[in-house]
C-alpha cells in the first residue's frame, strides 16, 4: 500500500500536505503529495510499495495537526462494476487486510459534491457488511479498520488504518449536538477538544466539578457553558455581556477585563480562551500563563491568516516551547489540531506534568 489517504478541512490540503511531507522525510518514508483544492482530500504517494503502512506505523495520528482521518490504501479503484460493485471490493479487503478486521467504514469527502454520496454509501453498506461476514474476515476484538472511500459508483480507494492510530470518528467527523441553551455553537469547539485532547477515563480527574478555570474572551458564554456543564467555576473575562442563564447558575464570575491584561488572583487547573487576535500574540498569552503558573491546562484558539497557516502555527507552537523552557518548563504536554468544528482556526492544548 503505497498511498497515504488524509481526510482535511476543505480549503487546507495544501497544509496538510505540507505536513505529512514534513513529517514523512525524517523517518525515511519518501514521496509526493497529490492534492485537488476544495476537495477535502490528500493523497501521498510513496516510493516503497508500503510505504503508506510504515508511515503509519511510525508516525502518532494525534501529532498532525491537519489530517482528521488516514489510512493506507492501494491505487485508486476506477472501473467498479456498476452491478456488482460488493464482490470485487471483498476480494480486495480480503488481499490487503493484515489481520481481522474489528470494523468497516463507507466514506465520502467532506464536501456538496462528495455528500451527494451520502446515500449510495449507506445503500451500500449492509450488503459489504454481510459479506465481509460470510468471508471470516470481521472480529470485534481485532486491530483494523477498513476504509472504503468513494469518489463516485465506480471509484473508490481502499485501505486500513489501526484501531489505536487513527480517529475514532468516521472520516475523524464527530457526531456532537449543540445543546439547546448554549449561548453559541462555538461551544462544540471547546466540547471536541476535550473529546481530541483527553482521554475519556482522565475526564473525571481532568475536568473534575468545583475545579477552578478562566474564560479570557469569554462572552456571550459559548466556551464558559461547556465549563459550567462539568460543574467547574469559572472566571468569564471579557467586557461584553455573558448570556443571563449562565449568570444564573451561580458558577460564573464576569470579570469585565481585558484579556490580554488580566491576572488570576490565584492559580486555577483551567485556563480556556476564543480569542479573536493574531496568533502570535494569542501565544504569547498562553505561554505566559502556563510559564507563570497561573493554570496548570489550557486549551485555545489561533485564527489562521489566509497565507503561510501551517508555518504560523508552528511558529506559535516554538514561542509558547520558548517561553515555557526560559521559566523552566519542561515537563508539558503541546500540541495542536485542527478539529471539526474549528473553520479558519486550529485548537491548541497545553498541560504542565508534574515535575
Partial sequence: MNHLILYCRPGFEKEAAAEITDLAGPVGVYGYAKTTEGSGLVSYVTHDDDGAWQLMRQ????????????????????????????????????????????????????????????????????????????????????????????????????????????????????????????????????????HFFIPAEEWADRLKARTRAVDLGAAPGGWTYQLVARGLTVYAVDNGPMAPELMATGMVEHVRADAFLYEPRKPVQWLVSDIADKPARVAELVGRWLAKGWCREAVFNLKLPMKQRYQVVLDCKARIEARLEEAGVFRYELNFRQLYHDREEVTGHVRRLPD
Fill in 59 to 194: 508516525l502518532d495520528f494525534n501529532q498532525l495537526i491537519f489530517t482528521r482521518q488516514w489510512f493506507a490504501a492501494v491505487p485508486l479503484l476506477d472501473n467498479l462494476p456498476e452491478q456488482n460493485r460488493v464482490a470485487p471490493l471483498v476480494e480486495l479487503a480480503a488481499e490487503i487486510a493484515p489481520g481481522k478486521l474489528a470494523e468497516f467504514s463507507v466514506e465520502y469527502v467532506d464536501t456538496n459534491e462528495g455528500k451527494e454520496l451520502s446515500a449510495f454509501c449507506r445503500k451500500i453498506t449492509v450488503p459489504l457488511r454481510q459479506a465481509l461476514k460470510k468471508r471470516g474476515l470481521m472480529k470485534p476484538a481485532a486491530k483494523y479498520r477498513l476504509h472504503l472511500l468513494f469518489l463516485s459508483g465506480r471509484e473508490a480507494w481502499v485501505g486500513i488504518s489501526t484501531m489505536e492510530n487513527s480517529s475514532n470518528w468516521a472520516m475523524g467527523i464527530p457526531r456532537l449536538k449543540v445543546p439547546r441553551d448554549a449561548p453559541s455553537r462555538a461551544t462544540l469547539k471547546l466540547e471536541e477538544a476535550w
